[in-house]
Each structure stands twice: as C-alpha cells, then as structure tokens.
C-alpha cells in the first residue's frame, strides 16, 4: 500500500528512531552479557529483560501504525530487484522485533528462571521447563540476534545509499527533513553568454 504522503507520519517516525535506539543498546547488552562474567553481567541482564518487552511491545504499536498509515511508495525508477529488497527487508526486521523478546522469554521458561520486569513485575513462563528447550532457545536467540544485526546494518546501508548517492527522498521521508528546492533559474541568467550586438 501506498500513501499520497512524502513522508511517514510523525508516530511512525518517532516510533523508528526510538526503536533503532533501543534495538542497537539490546543488541550491544547482548554482546556484553555474552562476553562478562562479572557481577555487570546481572546488571546487564536486569536491563536486558524490560528492554525486550519494551521492544516487543512497540513493535506491535509501530504494526498497527504502519497498518494505519501506510508509508510513502518507493520512488518509481527503483529497479524492481531493490524494492522486492527493501520489502522483505523492512518485514524480516518487524519478525525479528516479534521473533527475538519471544524467545527470549520462552528461552528463560523453559530454563525455569523468573522473567523478572522489576523488583515486583514477574511475567509467566511460557513454555514448560526443559533443559532441551532451554538450550535449542538458547542457541536460537543467539542465532536470531545475529540476524538482526546483519539485517540492521543492511537497513542502514540502504538508508545511507538512498540520502546520499541516490537523494531520491526515501531517507529524508524518515527523517521528516527535505531540503529546499533550488531556486529557478530566471531568464536574465548572469551565466549566459550576452549576445554579440550588431555593429561591435
């Protein structure tokens, strides 16, 4: 779907950027909790938790954003390949927001440790305690991490390929900025050569 819009509504793009910022932090307190094993790997973990609920929770906010206000149509000299790109793309990160906190929380049911939001805030399992499907969610969230990682950066590849060597709006319907238009050029252009008078 397309929308008459240049750019995507104003909640669509607050959505985004407060979702890529919180999406790298997570990812980045993945790596850390990964690689610590000193006592800032629970600190670490008592954000990482709220964090992916937070997540997964806009992510269904920003669904139904997207649903209700569809985004600006691709511009129409796009090869074909590059927009089938950019769609699958944009879905497979939507999956991912769902995808990841998910397993996340299954990951820990079926472990059997608390989904602990807060000192007081404890979500339920799940999934029933198994030590089989603890470590095939373990390796599965690893595994989905990675993806969106890769497919973060392919996002902001294209997002930078659009700004800066096509300049063709597509960036700029995100970040709600469009430049001026250059001024017209006016008959009385200084630049013209002045034609030879007749006589001279």
Not at 27 to 55: E, N
Request: cysteine-free; aromatic content about 8%; hydrophobic content about 55%.
């Amino acid at each position: 779907m397309t929308s008459n819009s240049p750019t995507f509504s104003l909640a669509a793009r607050v959505l985004h950027w407060l979702m890529a910022v919180m999406i790298l932090s997570m990812l980045f307190i993945g790596v850390g909790m990964v690689a610590s094993v000193s006592p800032r790997h629970d600190w670490l973990l008592r954000i990482h938790k709220p964090l992916g609920m937070a997540i997964l929770l806009l992510a269904v906010v920003r669904l139904v954003v997207r649903v209700r206000n569809p985004p600006p149509a691709l511009p129409a000299d796009l090869p074909l390949l590059q927009k089938l790109a950019a769609l699958a793309s944009h879905w497979l990160l939507y999956a991912l927001m769902f995808a990841l906190p998910l397993v996340g929380w299954a990951m820990l049911s079926a472990g059997g440790y608390p989904v602990m939001l807060s000192e007081s805030i404890r979500l339920p399992a799940i999934v029933p305690a198994s030590p089989f499907a603890f470590a095939v969610l373990r390796h599965a969230h690893a595994w989905l991490a990675l993806l969106l990682f890769l497919t973060f950066l392919a996002h902001m590849s294209a997002a930078l390929y659009h700004g800066l060597i096509r300049r063709d709006g597509v960036l700029s319907s995100m970040t709600g900025y469009r430049p001026a238009p250059p001024p017209p050029r006016t008959d009385a252009d200084p630049l013209q050569e002045v034609p030879e008078q007749p006589g001279h």
